[in-house]
């Protein structure tokens, strides 16, 4: 029977976190009382999924950091505009993640189908493919839902897969994520489609949400989760420089799509079954075979896993760590954040149950400390405003933040919470007289931020 030493004195809390404990334990998002949200086409309105979102608990050893989930965010999910019949569900899952990871100095792994790594709040990562691939022999697509089988093994065989972000844009919701058979997903950067710079889909229109965090390019962007390697992955921005010095940077992948009007080749150069011409349909990136790794010295450009050895805020000795990766327009980028071959060992991470002593790590009431705005990176908009008030919080959101409307006399006329581990609020302000307000914001600790925004009618 294991032995689970709690750390239940707030003080002792507080030490283990800061004088013991690595980022490794420190880092995961952990909720026991609030539950999920989801869209259903043609309806506005989030329903609650009385599941609870981010972690529930974690627990370490000298080797590893188990992490239970129910593999559901706070942020809403769906829908999911592609027939996709499947919501987020509980996973009822425990991933063992190595907290001592190692560069694999061996053959190299390839990132797999399903989960390949963890968000900080449990939900599941998976890599660019989507289980399709093209069938030669019947100038068809084969393999996933809808498709014939693929000849001879499943798509992964075959010479030319399918790259689930634009075959797939339709049906991820608005924080870029999906479920497969109830395991909501991201392949990709975890921020919601309205918040990048172009916008690809319109999907935050119809149904808003937001997403883990939002991109920001002035700062060094947040650690968002481990790869099953046990190597940390980032955000899009980074310091320039991998000792931690030269600014912040857009880190950028290694990968380029190929200059080819016909797929007979492989990326490098061998001869393969043909695939389909590069046309509107299958325009050129639709397959992970269009990309091509050019290797070079510059320090912003990721190596052939998208990662680098660099220097971190949570890291500042150094670490290997991944990225996931924007181009210049905030849109993903091949490979998105793992692979297509781990920099570590590779192993599936999920486990029935913990059969070592661990400590649990009960975190202090931590988060953003400073009443700053600026520090905050708070955004409330339009200002003035007639409809609709929203509040978008630019860092990582590490713990409750709550929030109230307050008219000119004092009077509290609306409140709301922005979610730890999600980046927006709102306010629907239709039925509010025209005039100043203030919204306030709260913290745990007692600190307190007003801003003034005008409602005004027309």
Known sequence: MKKI???????ISAFVATAQVTPDITSWLQDTVTTGTYYMQNNSTPISNSILVNCQRIEYSTNSVYVTTQGVPSYPTGPFLDGNPSQASAQNAIYQIPRNPVQNTGTLQSTVGGNIGIFINGVSLFDW?????????????CGGPGNPMCPGGPASTQDWNRDAIPAEM???????????????HHHQNPSAFNLDKVVLSNICNLYAANGLYMIDSTTHSPLIGFAYDGFPIYGAYAFNATNGTGGITRMKSGYSVRNITTRTTSPTGGTVTSGPAVNTTYSIGYFREDYEFIATAASDVLDEHNGRFCVTPEYPNGTYAYFATVDSNWNSAYPYAVGPTFYGTYANRKITSITESTTRFIPAATGISNANLEEYKISIYPNPASELIAIQIGSLVKEDVSIQLIDASGKVVDQTVVKK???????????VYSGIYFVQFSLQNGEKLTEKVIVKRD
Do not use: E
Not at 422 to 428: P, Q, V
């Open 5 to 11: 030493t709690l750390l239940l004195a707030a003080g």
């Open 129 to 141: 493919r989507d289980g399709v691939a093209w069938n030669p022999a019947t100038n068809a697509l």
């Open 421 to 431: 581990g999600s980046s927006i609020a709102y306010f629907d302000i239709q039925t």
């Open 170 to 184: 339709v049906g991820f919701d608005c924080s870029k994520g999906h479920p497969a058979m109830g395991n909501y």
